[in-house]
């Protein structure tokens, strides 16, 4: 019998821990410090534990599906299976905005941070060197794409290390509860806050993508989610406090958004500085890598059930075993970063993420409670409680009131997009709803 190839199954926890890691950024905790040090008036650190107590929710959610659905499709395969297989590909569809717009927003910050650098270089030459290089990395193997990332991802943490270090030696630093409460500090200004750093948090999401390529994935994602959510957080977290220490009120930036230069060289000079400048450097390399890679998973999710062509969407290439043809898509759709700012690119990637942690909580309360009828005391508390928290509640509600009238625009129009072309698909007939086996 032919078998058509598919795609290796290679990965431990590890891998998957660096590639939630890798996507997540950690040295994204400087980029927003400013403005959300703004936005809730010098607490910052409790917001982002407000958000990670939230985020914790969809995150088991996330578990709790690839536990029964160890697809590569994520939030699209989990709507398939317990919806409907048109709904999951609309959800699929709209998902695609923040993998198809991530890529291209690590794109805009490398031209940034290699501009501040070189600034008589054309934005072109650096954003094209980019997406020509996490192309062609990614075309090649995952093990070797993961490895690469690893020596990137550690560099950022070791950074990190390095200004908690510094910051909590700085001559007349005290410890204080300040960036978490204080008489001034309200919910709503958390709230504003966590509407801003739940996209921090993108990437442990971004792992359930990886399920066909990883070992025993029913075991290996869900706690590797957790690894990464618990992780990226705890950074966040203490890296935020010891900055909002030296940083209590806004009025201290000369720039909001250029605030993470000056409490790197308030920290350690031009010396430390260039070191910081390096690793946020490296951020965008190492989430644009698994970006890529993430982006590329779900097309040929989607493409392998038939919704897109499947000799090119659905195809895995025999030596390399990766999806070639989605890898040199996203990398030429990549390209669009060149007409676009940095502020458009980030609002476009807003609805699919929201689109997509609330599908899953849906996914788990009609999987587990309505269909396998678990209905005990503790299955009111995982299948009814917990998925509420995540999607239904107050963090994620507040978020959806919060969306940009940008991105909630454009994610509307591309979702009606998907529904002609899916209209239009199946009056042809050229799709077929398709049927899952899972092992």
Not at 92 to 115: E, H, R
Not at 211 to 232: N, Q
Request: hydrophobic letters at 55%; aromatic letters at 14%; charged letters at 10%.
């Amino acid at each position: 019998m032919n078998h058509e190839p598919s795609l290796l199954k290679q990965l431990k926890l590890w891998h998957i821990v660096v590639i939630g890691l890798g996507y997540m950024a950690p040295m994204a905790v400087f980029d927003t410090f400013g403005i959300v040090t703004e936005s809730t008036d010098g607490h910052v650190s409790g917001a982002y534990a407000l958000t990670l107590i939230a985020i914790l929710f969809t995150a088991i959610s996330y578990g709790k599906m690839v536990k029964a659905f160890p697809g590569a499709g994520s939030s699209y395969t989990y709507a398939q299976q317990v919806m409907n297989p048109s709904i999951g590909f609309l959800l699929g569809w709209t998902a695609l905005l923040d993998y198809l717009f991530l890529p291209m927003i690590n794109a805009l910050l490398t031209n940034i941070y290699l501009s501040s650098l070189f600034p008589g270089v054309p934005k072109a030459v650096w954003i094209i060197s980019f997406v020509v290089i996490m192309t062609i990395m990614n075309i090649f193997s995952v093990h070797l794409t993961v490895s690469f990332g690893t020596l990137l991802v550690a560099f950022q943490i070791l950074v990190a290390i390095i200004f908690i270090i510094l910051s909590a030696t700085t001559q007349g630093q005290e410890l204080s509860f300040k960036p978490f409460i204080s008489e001034s500090v309200s919910i709503s200004l958390l709230l504003n806050g966590a509407a801003i750093l739940c996209f921090s948090f993108l990437g442990f999401d971004a792992v359930t993508t990886m399920a066909e390529e990883t070992l025993k994935p029913e075991k290996t994602i869900p706690k590797g989610i957790l690894i990464i959510a618990c992780t990226g957080g705890a950074l966040f977290i203490t890296v935020s406090y010891f900055a909002q220490l030296l940083f209590p009120s806004v009025f201290l930036f000369h720039d909001l958004e250029g605030a993470s230069a000056e409490i790197a060289y308030k920290i350690g000079g031009q010396l430390f500085q260039s070191i910081f400048v390096a690793a946020a450097l490296t951020s965008t390399i190492a989430s644009g890598l698994v970006s890529h890679m993430s982006a590329s998973r779900l097309l040929y999710a989607i493409g392998k059930d038939g919704y897109l062509p499947r000799g090119i969407f659905g195809y895995i290439h025999p030596k390399t075993k990766t999806p070639v043809w989605n890898v040199v898509i996203i990398g030429g759709l990549s390209l669009i970063s060149l007409g676009l700012s940095l502020e458009k690119a980030t609002s476009l990637i807003n609805f699919g993420a929201l689109i997509a942690f609330s599908s899953v909580n849906i996914a788990v309360f009609i999987h587990y409670f309505i269909h396998q009828n678990k209905r005990s005391f503790s299955g009111y508390i995982s299948y009814v409680l917990m998925p509420l928290l995540g999607s239904l509640f107050l963090f994620l509600f507040f978020m959806w009131l919060n969306l940009e009238t940008t991105s909630l625009f454009i994610g509307i129009v591309w979702s009606i997009i998907g529904i002609i072309y899916l209209l239009i698909a199946r009056r042809k007939n050229t799709i077929t709803i398709p049927t899952f086996h899972f092992d």
